[in-house]
């Protein structure tokens, strides 16, 4: 990794930082555009506050819910219609999402901040209404397809 590299991966890392704060302490919850947008009033870069919205959501299900079977890919959906697969592993910006994601599990963890975020999610609202709607339905056994990131 370059020194250039080594900037922008803390800058981001700060960014993931402060926009779980920023969340965290929102009253209301807002629509990805205008979350985009707070985060972007706040001082989040705009490139790194679109990564934020995306994959921040993800990463909290995934540690709120680790008994779910996760896919280890999603799919890019590009603006010429042609998608392409992609690992979470090798996303660097999601592996800062994960790592962050981590330190705050491993900090003084809010409830509350956690449901802000991972609630975002599709994931999470496709599990809450299974789970809801199947008494019998076991977190174990759930399976659920590849996310689709709609990149513009």
């Not at 370059?2 to 900037?7: A, E, P, R, V």
């Not at 998608?83 to 599990?105: C, G, L, M, P, V």
């Not at 003084?108 to 975002?120: P, Q, S, Y």
């Amino acid at each position: 990794m370059d020194y250039l590299t080594d900037i922008k991966s803390s800058e981001f890392q700060f960014d993931v930082k402060t926009s779980i704060n920023l969340i965290g302490n929102l009253k209301e919850n807002l629509e990805d555009e205008k979350l985009l947008n707070f985060l972007t009033q706040n001082g989040i870069k705009e490139s790194n506050a679109i990564e934020i919205v995306i994959f921040l959501p993800i990463a909290f299900v995934r540690k709120m819910l680790p008994n779910v079977n996760w896919r280890e890919n999603y799919i890019e959906q590009l603006s010429d219609k042609k998608q392409r697969t992609k690992s979470f592993a090798e996303n660097s910006f999601y592996r800062i999402i994960e790592k962050e994601t981590d330190n705050y599990y491993a900090g003084k963890a809010e409830n509350e901040v956690i449901l802000k975020i991972a609630g975002r999610s599709a994931e999470f609202k496709v599990i809450n209404d299974l789970l809801l709607k199947n008494e019998k339905a076991d977190i174990f056994e759930i399976k659920l397809k590849e996310n689709i990131i709609v990149r513009n």
